[in-house]
T-cell receptor, first 111, second 112 residues
Framework: SQTIHQWPATLVQPVGSPLSLECTVEGTSNPNLYWYRQAAGRGLQLLFYSVGIGQISSEVPQNLSASRPQDRQFILSSKKLLLSDSGFYLC??????????FGPGTRLTVL | DQQVKQNSPSLSVQEGRISILNCDYTNSMFDYFLWYKKYPAEGPTFLISISSIKDKNEDGRFTVFLNKSAKHLSLHIVPSQPGDSAVYFCAASADAGNMLTFGGGTRLMVKP
């Protein structure tokens, strides 16, 4: 069966520090992968998606970036965090047409 | 411009009664719709979906209704249980597939 992992589960970082969040999927190959952010009390905002290794599409211009160094690995990064980057970050993969399955998420607090 | 809207940010229902969560969309290209349930500090869980060729899909206590002419869908939960208390997101996809547009969510509270 397929599973999706995210780490860390929670993270507290100072403003201006770098960020690296990791997402991996098991039990499938070459999945479409997605990064979303849920700000406090808000809906889900698509940040990046990837259809394959090295292929990244950005939906929202900001100080975040994404990379896909391996088939089942998706990384969300920032060189310098802002207060507004605080939120709940979710990774998802496309299991069937249109149906995405989500990981457990990472709670990021920027102080 | 929000293409998928959930106009009720919250809903409170008594245990055992019906919960009805609503969702409206504006993009006529959307042809596949999903509902997700999300507990705090967890990832959303896929609940149920419906294709535009149908107007109803049922799975246990959950039923999704689609009214294409009104560009409206709803999720019915019968009977509601306290464990159903969560935030519910509707999402939609166009024919290009694999990209979902989410609504802002509705927080459902089921009171015992």
């Amino acid at each position: 069966s397929q599973t999706i992992h995210q780490w860390p589960a929670t993270l507290v970082q100072p403003v201006g520090s770098p960020l690296s969040l990791e997402c991996t999927v098991e039990g499938t190959s070459n999945p479409n992968l997605y990064w979303y952010r849920q700000a406090a009390g808000r809906g889900l905002q698509l940040l990046f998606y990837s259809v394959g290794i090295g292929q990244i599409s950005s939906e929202v211009p900001q100080n975040l970036s994404a990379s896909r160094p391996q088939d089942r690995q998706f990384i969300l990064s920032s060189k310098k965090l802002l207060l507004s980057d605080s939120g709940f970050y979710l990774c998802a993969w496309l299991k069937t047409r249109d149906t995405q399955y989500f990981g457990p998420g990472t709670r990021l607090t920027v102080l | 411009d929000q293409q998928v809207k959930q106009n009720s940010p919250s809903l409170s229902v008594q245990e055992g009664r019906i919960s009805i969560l609503n969702c409206d969309y504006t993009n006529s290209m959307f042809d596949y719709f999903l509902w997700y349930k999300k507990y705090p500090a967890e990832g959303p869980t896929f609940l149920i979906s419906i294709s535009s060729i149908k107007d109803k899909n049922e799975d246990g206590r959950f039923t999704v209704f689609l009214n294409k002419s009104a560009k409206h869908l709803s999720l019915h939960i019968v009977p509601s249980q306290p464990g159903d208390s969560a935030v519910y997101f509707c999402a939609a996809s166009a024919d290009a597939g694999n990209m979902l547009t989410f609504g802002g969510g509705t927080r459902l509270m089921v009171k015992p």
